[in-house]
């Protein structure tokens, strides 16, 4: 058993090395992702098998409407529907979404409020909300049991299946949180308030525990973690400095150790955020060049390996990457960026 286990650990590894090599020998394909799109408005998730894409696109004047859509062929769908379950329906956000296609985010009401959502696109037209009891809530994660995570009330919050109540996943000790993501296991990720009430921290929630204080380095005065891989629980996100700086970073689960990913960049990176990691070690997230300009990254934290993604277009290619926000287990990349100088817009990458 043991022999068995080492030959596979073997096998694991050399695949993660050759990941990145493998990627820029490879043709790059970009594909528009819907209408142009703004930063708050990127393409939220990419799911892990099946190639399930959750986002949100500019359908008339400010207002947004989420989409699902598969990575091939690619046929946004936008749930103007929505007002059918939320009578004062103005726009919605679609963020996470899981394998088999169920996807979670928000609506914004009218009034400004937002109340979490979850739509199965596969099987119905219709997005249902989750129970907020008239509170604001969010949804940011969802993982292949269909565990949604959010906030609820200010409260990082857990709805599961069937979805008929709720669960709080606490604080650090202050009087607010937020939950962005849960893996296969439960693992929940995301930021809460200290009890200094001064400060947020990224944490890591198992379950059954309370929540474990994971801010990354001593000198940032603020931290988040915005995901978790599905599987093996490692964790991404950024830390935040007073004098305005922002460092992405990996978090490795054993032995638990900090990779700071702009140091990792040098000095072709002024500031890192870390939006997404796949089972593979890969992230993806956005970088400031000496330029001071906002480039999409993919870095992997097995090789310690920084790509600017826009050095992987082919020659000629009228895209600018700005940000990369989903990744999946095949290399698969979503984001947003312009194209000949025009509008964000989001897009899809594939090797």
Not at 84 to 102: D, E, K, Q, R
Request: aromatic share 12%; net charge neutral.
């Amino acid at each position: 058993m043991k022999t068995n286990f080492k030959k596979w650990v073997l096998v694991f590894l050399i695949s993660l090395v050759a990941v990145v090599p493998v990627l820029k020998a490879q043709a790059i394909t970009i594909t528009p992702l819907g209408t142009p799109s703004s930063h708050g408005c990127l393409p939220g998730d990419y799911s892990p098998t099946n190639g399930w894409i959750a986002g949100c696109q500019i359908v008339g004047g400010s207002s947004t409407g989420a989409y699902a859509t598969k990575d091939s062929p690619i046929a946004i769908q936008t749930p103007t529907f929505l007002a059918s379950n939320f009578p004062n329906y103005y726009s919605s956000t679609g963020i996470p979404i899981n394998a088999s296609g169920v996807m979670a985010g928000f609506e914004t009401d009218t009034s400004g409020q937002n109340n979490a959502f979850y739509w199965d696109v596969t099987y119905t037209t219709k997005a249902l909300p989750l129970p907020s009891g008239g509170s604001v809530s969010e949804a940011y994660g969802i993982n292949n049991s269909g565990s949604i995570v959010g906030r609820l009330a200010g409260i990082a919050t857990q709805w599961d299946s069937p979805y008929t109540s709720s669960t709080s996943l606490g604080t650090l000790g202050g009087t607010n949180s937020v939950a962005y993501d849960i893996d296969n296991y439960g693992t929940v990720v995301g930021k809460s308030q200290l009890s200094s009430g001064t400060a947020y921290h990224a944490f890591l929630r198992i379950p059954g525990s309370s929540m474990l204080d994971i801010h990354p380095f001593t000198g940032a005065n603020a931290s988040e973690a915005g995901a978790v891989s599905s599987t093996y629980g490692e964790a991404v996100g950024t830390a935040y400095y007073s004098n305005g700086n922002a460092d992405g970073f990996f978090r490795f689960t054993k032995p638990v150790q900090y990779v700071n990913i702009t140091t990792a960049c040098g000095s072709a990176c002024q500031k890192t955020w870390a939006y997404n990691v796949n089972n593979n070690y890969l992230v993806v997230g956005r970088f400031t060049n000496s330029s001071g300009n906002y480039r999409a990254f993919l870095y992997n934290a097995f090789t310690n390996v920084f790509t600017d993604l826009n050095t992987l277009l082919p020659s000629g290619s009228v895209w600018v990457l700005e940000a990369a926000s989903g990744i999946n287990d095949a290399g698969n990349i979503v984001g947003i960026g312009t194209r000949s100088g025009g509008a964000l817009e989001g897009f899809l990458m594939t090797p």
